[in-house]
């Protein structure tokens, strides 16, 4: 049977949803259409490769994810380091691999741009902080000049992954027509980070009308088990990482409404954190079978029946 797949971000608690994706292939469903913010935007595009969740759960466990935090070592000497490089960078760390890792991922599938994959297979959302709105790539990345068939979905991924001052910004240039003849060099670029920051569970993605379809539309949502942390504060630095990191990790305990409850799987994060990157292996096992036994208890009571009476009464029906 097809389902559409929404992703919730949750950086590498996203190690879940790969087990949640083998659960519901196991159970005898396929991904249509897919969607994703942040660590869900990396699940929805290697499931729109032609990725399995077990294929998935390999790349991970074999990727040493600290890996992903390389700076030059000019900017790896302790805090001073790490400010002048967010002064200068807007960000800890590039995340250059991540996009590198994401891009030879699909390339081994035969996939680089969206238009290498069907028209609305693939949807991934970011934030444009310079303009203040949210973006849905591929198809909003035209209003910047960029054929959307041709835009990469690395770079998209890239775009969606950038959590605020962890990894540097996507920016990207003004086309001329959004450009006065006098504006400054550097007021001519846009700032592109992180999905989280204005959907992290576009589950609303599915409801426009001209998405509507009799193929139900099913979220995977990254929840609780996080113990809460006293962040200390000692300066610029620890700052910015206590508001990110609550910025992130806040999602995971947000009360799922009840016109989303019926059709969200719902999947404990074991206590890992939004930028644990040096994780463990078997802590990325435990997350990985925590993802699968959720989504197995779901789709073991889930009935297209019950789906499309919930899906009347709290979506069709809902006010505007």
Do not use: C
């Not at 994703?36 to 969740?53: C, E, H, N, Q, V």
Request: no cysteine; charged share 25%.
């Amino acid at each position: 049977m097809k389902i559409n797949g929404v992703f919730e971000g949750g950086g590498v608690k996203g190690i879940a949803l790969a087990g949640a994706v083998s659960s519901a292939l196991d159970s005898g469903f396929k991904f249509h259409d897919v969607a994703g913010t942040s660590s869900g935007a990396i699940i929805a595009a290697f499931l729109a490769a032609g990725y399995t969740g077990k294929e998935i759960k390999e790349l991970i466990i074999e990727t040493p994810f600290h890996k992903f935090l390389k700076r030059s070592p000019i900017f790896d000497t302790g805090i001073i380091g790490s400010a002048a490089r967010l002064l200068l960078k807007k960000g800890l760390y590039s995340g250059d691999a991540l996009e590198d890792w994401v891009r030879a991922k699909l390339e081994a599938k035969g996939i680089r741009n969206f238009g290498d994959l069907r028209r609305n297979q693939l949807r991934i959302v970011a934030s444009d902080i310079s303009q203040g709105k949210l973006l849905v790539l591929p198809d909003d990345i035209a209003h910047y000049g960029i054929e959307p068939a041709r835009f990469s979905i690395a770079r998209a991924v890239r775009m969606s992954t950038a959590i605020p001052y962890f990894f540097d910004p996507v920016t990207i240039r003004k086309p001329a027509r959004l450009t006065r003849h006098d504006e400054p060099f550097r007021n001519q670029f846009v700032y592109i980070v992180d999905g989280a920051i204005l959907s992290n569970f576009p589950l609303w993605l599915f409801d426009e009308p001209e998405q509507q379809s009799r193929i139900a539309t099913l979220g995977f949502n990254l929840v609780g088990d996080i113990p809460k942390q006293i962040h200390k504060i000692n300066g610029m630095i620890s700052m910015f990482q206590a508001l990110f990191t609550t910025m992130m990790d806040a999602h995971d305990t947000r009360y799922i409404e009840e016109n989303n409850y019926f059709r969200t799987v719902k999947i404990p994060a074991m206590g890992v954190q939004t930028t644990q990157f040096n994780i463990s292996v078997e802590d990325s096992e435990k997350l990985y079978e925590a993802g699968y036994r959720a989504a197995e208890a779901y789709f073991k009571q889930w009935s297209l029946h019950i789906y499309e009476s919930a899906y009347e009464k709290y979506v069709l029906r809902r006010p505007v």
